[in-house]
């Protein structure tokens, strides 16, 4: 992919820096926090268009994320998924992020700074419950890992990426986007 672009490219709101105007919101957190389904709702809510990268992976690939993952193994799945974080050229967009993009820096300094990133957090019963309903989801891990080792390796960094932190275990998609839209208002 390629970085440049032509004027007749660029934004037509702001001029590409992090105004108010032009900003994104990015959603990280584990597989099953809710990040496809609150994308939708806050897109709807503030009338923003959203995506979401594990579909974008998909699309890039033409093949499901379970077939990409076993295609390319991990370490190059995750080059993948950085590669395609740092070429998104959006604003004013509801991000829904795959839970390993946090494994990147490069990918994780973009997210920040195209606008806030929330970190959606979630019960790990609640995740396994959630994860269990869509096994075709393509879960990155280590070999002889399981989830709860996974949310444990990934939560601090979840954290420390984090502008704002919103617990979906125990509110429901329509509530967390009106959380998010005050946090915007007040960011």
Same mark, same amino acid.
């Not at 923003?48 to 295609?71: I, S």
């Not at 075709?136 to 979840?158: C, D, F, T």
């Not at 839209?181 to 007040?186: C, D, F, G, I, T």
């Given at each position: 992919?390629?970085?440049?672009? !032509? ?50 992976? !998909? ?22 998924? !950085? ?41 790990? !019963? ?62």
């Amino acid at each position: 992919m390629d970085h440049a672009r !032509e004027k007749a490219c660029a934004p037509l709101s702001g001029n590409g820096n992090n105004s108010q105007d032009s900003r994104c919101v990015s959603l990280i957190g584990m597989p099953g926090s809710g990040k496809s389904t609150l994308a939708r709702e806050l897109s709807g809510f503030l009338g923003w268009p959203w995506l979401d990268t594990d579909h974008l992976l !998909e699309a890039w690939f033409g093949v499901g994320l379970e077939t990409l993952k076993e295609r390319l193994g991990r370490e190059e799945f995750l080059r993948c998924e !950085e590669e395609l974080v740092l070429d998104l050229w959006v604003t004013r967009c509801i991000v829904a992020t795959g839970g390993s993009v946090v494994y990147s820096d490069a990918a994780m300094r973009k997210l920040q700074n195209i606008g806030p990133v929330v970190y959606l957090q979630a019960d790990p !019963e609640v995740i396994s419950s959630r994860v269990a309903r869509f096994p075709e989801r393509g879960l990155i891990m280590q070999p002889g890992q399981n989830l709860s080792q996974v949310h444990a390796e990934r939560k601090p960094l979840y954290e420390a990426y984090a502008d704002f932190t919103l617990d979906t275990s125990q509110n429901g998609p329509r509530d967390c986007a009106q959380y998010i839209a005050r946090y915007l208002e007040l960011a």
